[in-house]
């Protein structure tokens, strides 16, 4: 009888330790696993709710331009390559100056590793950059007068170069010049 007295309260011991080991201890770590989770999904919380003021923010800011103001951001720095809105731009200045446009190029920029990027494979930068080449006849003050409407626009245009050239066969006093130029423009690269 001895012996079934302490048999029992062993069986009982084991039994709770297997319990614990079997179903309370991965529980636990279940739920402070769970736990833990929680906590990251209420920062992740907090950090949406960040997010949504400071986008609410953007929003007010956004909507304090007038469409006017907006249009005029779009033209300066657009959200993509428009070749042909950028060359009948140039060509409209040109023509208020009496020139006309010819041999057009367009060189996308190369980037850091010397590969040109092209709006399909270029993710790092945020503002691209468009090489555009060309070339226009007139005299020096032509030339002038384009150089500072292109100065006036609104699209964000950095000349690299302007070369001249006289055309064979001109006598002396002849003022029409070829001029080579190649300018640099922007976009955004969202």
């Known amino acids: 009888m001895n012996s079934s007295k302490l048999l029992f309260p062993i069986l ?4 709770a330790g297997l319990i614990f080991y079997l179903f309370i201890n991965p529980t636990y770590a279940n739920v402070n696993n769970l736990k833990q989770e929680r906590a990251q999904y209420d920062t992740a919380l907090g950090d949406a709710a960040q997010l949504q003021e400071k986008l609410q923010s953007l929003r007010e800011q956004l909507n304090s331009f ?3 103001e907006l249009t005029r951001l779009d033209h300066m720095l657009p959200n993509h390559v428009d070749n042909v809105r950028l060359i009948l731009e140039l ?5 208020r100056n009496n020139m006309v446009m010819k041999n057009i190029n367009f060189a996308l920029a190369p980037d850091a590793s010397g590969n040109a990027n092209s709006p399909s494979n270029s993710q790092t930068k945020e503002v691209q950059t468009v090489g555009v080449s060309f070339s226009v006849k007139g005299d020096y003050h032509t030339l002038i007068a384009f150089l500072q409407d292109l100065e006036r626009s609104l699209r964000m245009i950095d000349i690299e170069s302007v070369n001249f050239s006289v055309p064979q066969g001109s006598t002396a006093d002849s003022s029409t010049y070829t001029y080579s130029i190649v300018l640099h423009t922007y976009w955004l690269n969202y």
Do not use: W
């Open 12 to 15: 009982l011991i084991i039994a």
């Open 66 to 68: 007038s469409p006017d």
């Open 91 to 95: 060509n409209a200045i040109a023509a």
